[in-house]
């Protein structure tokens, strides 16, 4: 009778491997996903960046050409206030000389009045009409120029306020001019600002759906190899599990127990007797069957075909009284093997005591 099993312990290496070469394409193919996460994150940030630099940038030139055509126009205003406190100041320069020249007239008339009427009192009556005829020819006179003064007082506020308004005229169309010529400027540079910054993004766009391509296309080679590696692990396991050779191996062995002893009883063929071997481990009995098959054919004179295949086939059984160990003996019976293992005596068994720990003075610990 032949045993043709595998032992639990290859059988539960080849399940190890299986689940670690699943495992191991799991995670790759996770760190692969997670490269392609990494790299879209990557790109919209960048995205992102130049988005925020190009806003930034109108913002701060919109800025800055609103506050050169705030500073052209509070310059035009500026002007305009000077042009007007200049000519407030002119009128009344006019109105005070043109008041002074009539207060003159006024007090010169006033003394000349008086000096005739205090040296031709006595001739009063006789000069009377003379010096009717007199001041009114003077009033007349004066009269004239105080009017000729007036006029060209006016004259001149005319062509003052005139002069007022062209410059004023002059300061509106420069600035306008001014004016347009900055916003005309500005509205070229954002346009060539808006040019580049649309050049940049479509190259972006581009080296990202490249970068994004060569990343899917490694990505995908690197999935399809691990999928490969993977089916061929998964084929070679399931090769394993149908080959008679791997299969988990039966010993037909049971315990029994008796007062003074454990038995345990096997079926090994007669031929692999030699190779039985049994120990006690911890509280545990263990039977081991090492076994090893060659064979050689020859094909043709000096062509020989051969293999050969070595197995272990152990099994363990828990013990419930403590055993000696070196009085352990095994028979053979035919196909049969009994391995005898003696009790120890109750009274001479004695379970290990604990130690306790000695008592010791407290102290602080140390750094």
Same mark, same amino acid.
């Given at each position: 009778?032949?045993?043709? /099993?595998?032992?639990?312990?290859n059988?539960?290496k &080849?399940?190890?491997q299986?689940?670690?070469?699943?495992?191991?394409a799991?995670f790759?193919?996770?760190?692969?996903?997670?490269g392609?996460?990494?790299?879209?994150?990557?790109?919209?940030?960048?995205?992102?960046?130049?988005?925020?630099?190009?806003?930034?940038?109108? &913002?701060?030139?919109?800025?800055?050409?609103?506050?050169?055509?705030?500073?052209?126009?509070?310059?035009?205003?500026e002007?305009?206030?000077?042009?007007?406190?200049?000519?407030?100041?002119?009128? /009344?320069?006019?109105?005070?000389?043109?008041?002074?020249?009539?207060?003159?007239?006024?007090? #010169?008339?006033?003394?000349?009045?008086?000096?005739?009427?205090?040296?031709?009192?006595? #001739?009063?009556?006789?000069l009377?009409?003379?010096?009717?005829t007199?001041l009114?020819?003077?009033?007349?006179?004066?009269?004239?120029?105080?009017?000729?003064?007036?006029a060209?007082?006016?004259?001149?506020?005319?062509?003052?306020r005139?002069?007022?308004?062209?410059?004023?005229?002059?300061?509106?169309?420069?600035?306008?001019?001014?004016?347009?010529?900055?916003?005309?400027?500005?509205?070229?540079?954002?346009?060539?600002?808006?040019?580049?910054?649309?050049?940049?993004?479509?190259?972006?766009?581009?080296?990202?759906?490249?970068?994004?391509?060569?990343?899917?296309?490694?990505?995908?080679?690197?999935?399809?190899e691990?999928?490969?590696?993977?089916a061929?692990?998964?084929?070679?396991?399931?090769?394993?599990?149908?080959?008679?050779f791997?299969?988990?191996?039966?010993?037909?062995? #049971?315990?029994?127990?008796?007062?003074?002893?454990?038995?345990?009883?096997?079926?090994?063929?007669?031929?692999?007797?030699?190779?039985? &071997?049994?120990?006690?481990?911890g509280?545990?009995?263990?039977?081991?069957?090492?076994?090893k098959?060659?064979?050689?054919?020859q094909?043709?004179p000096? #062509?020989y075909?051969?293999?050969a295949?070595?197995?272990?086939?152990?099994?363990?059984?828990?013990? &419930?009284?403590?055993?000696?160990?070196?009085?352990?003996?095994?028979?053979?019976?035919?196909?049969?093997?009994?391995?005898?293992?003696?009790?120890?005596?109750?009274?001479?068994?004695?379970a290990?005591?604990?130690?306790l720990?000695?008592?010791?003075?407290?102290?602080?610990?140390?750094?």
């Open positions: 009778m032949s045993i043709d /099993r595998l032992s639990p312990s059988t539960d &080849s399940n190890v299986a689940g670690a070469a699943e495992r191991e799991n790759r193919i996770s760190a692969a996903n997670k392609i996460e990494t790299a879209q994150l990557q790109v919209n940030e960048s995205l992102n960046q130049i988005r925020d630099a190009y806003e930034k940038q109108a &913002s701060s030139q919109e800025l800055r050409n609103e506050s050169g055509l705030e500073n052209q126009k509070l310059k035009g205003y002007q305009i206030r000077e042009m007007q406190r200049a000519q407030q100041a002119e009128l /009344r320069r006019l109105k005070q000389d043109g008041e002074r020249e009539l207060s003159k007239v006024q007090e #010169h008339y006033r003394n000349a009045s008086h000096s005739t009427e205090r040296d031709t009192r006595e #001739h009063l009556k006789e009377q009409k003379q010096d009717n007199q009114e020819f003077t009033r007349k006179a004066y009269k004239s120029e105080l009017e000729d003064g007036e060209q007082h006016v004259h001149q506020v005319a062509l003052s005139q002069k007022s308004i062209e410059q004023i005229e002059k300061i509106n169309n420069s600035s306008k001019n001014q004016i347009e010529q900055i916003r005309t400027s500005y509205q070229e540079a954002a346009e060539r600002t808006q040019e580049k910054l649309a050049d940049q993004l479509q190259k972006t766009y581009t080296n990202t759906e490249v970068s994004l391509s060569k990343i899917q296309q490694k990505s995908a080679n690197q999935i399809r691990i999928r490969e590696d993977t061929y692990k998964l084929s070679a396991y399931n090769s394993r599990q149908s080959d008679p791997y299969k988990l191996g039966n010993l037909n062995a #049971h315990l029994r127990e008796t007062e003074d002893a454990f038995i345990l009883t096997a079926i090994i063929p007669e031929y692999e007797q030699n190779h039985v &071997s049994a120990s006690i481990k509280n545990n009995l263990v039977i081991t069957v090492n076994r098959n060659e064979e050689e054919l094909l043709a000096g #062509h075909l051969g293999s295949s070595f197995q272990a086939l152990h099994e363990s059984f828990p013990l &419930s009284w403590p055993v000696d160990s070196s009085r352990l003996s095994k028979e053979f019976d035919g196909d049969e093997v009994l391995i005898h293992v003696p009790k120890k005596n109750e009274y001479a068994f004695k290990p005591e604990p130690k720990p000695e008592r010791v003075r407290a102290e602080g610990p140390h750094f």
